[in-house]
Nanobody, 125 residues
Framework: QLQVVESGGGLVQPGGSLRLSCVPVGFSLDYSVIGWFRQAPGKEREGVACISSTDGNEYVRESVKDRFTISRDLIKNTVFLQMNNLKPEDTATYYC??????????????????WGRGTQVTVSA
């Protein structure tokens, strides 16, 4: 069973930035896939960004593409989600997830089996 741990959430004013981190527990990012998802109260969980070290595939949700960046540091064995110019509508619990398959198709939650506990991001003045 794979585990991932996310961190870096918090309270930030509109226009501010946060960097979320996702650390795999007990396995390497090499030949793995990591996804970032978010879920706001009363809404479905949605894919924000995904990255595969297996085939180099990357995806960032269209609505945040100009503000969010996903990256990986293989030495630190960490995947980052850099979020700039945050807006109140970005408020949600952000989850990191992985799967044994190592690939993703459209960065949808159903493609990922193992999930972190989430980190809260609140954007408010």
């Amino acid at each position: 069973q794979l585990q991932v741990v996310e961190s870096g959430g918090g309270l930030v004013q509109p226009g501010g930035s946060l960097r979320l981190s996702c650390v795999p527990v007990g396995f390497s990012l090499d030949y793995s896939v990591i996804g970032w998802f978010r879920q706001a109260p009363g809404k479905e969980r949605e894919g924000v960004a995904c990255i595969s070290s297996t085939d180099g595939n990357e995806y960032v949700r269209e609505s945040v593409k100009d503000r969010f960046t996903i990256s990986r540091d293989l030495i630190k064995n960490t995947v980052f989600l850099q979020m700039n110019n945050l807006k109140p509508e970005d408020t949600a619990t952000y989850y990191c997830a992985t799967d044994e398959w190592g690939y993703f198709s459209d960065c949808s939650p159903h493609e990922f089996q193992y999930w972190g506990r989430g980190t809260q991001v609140t954007v408010s003045a």
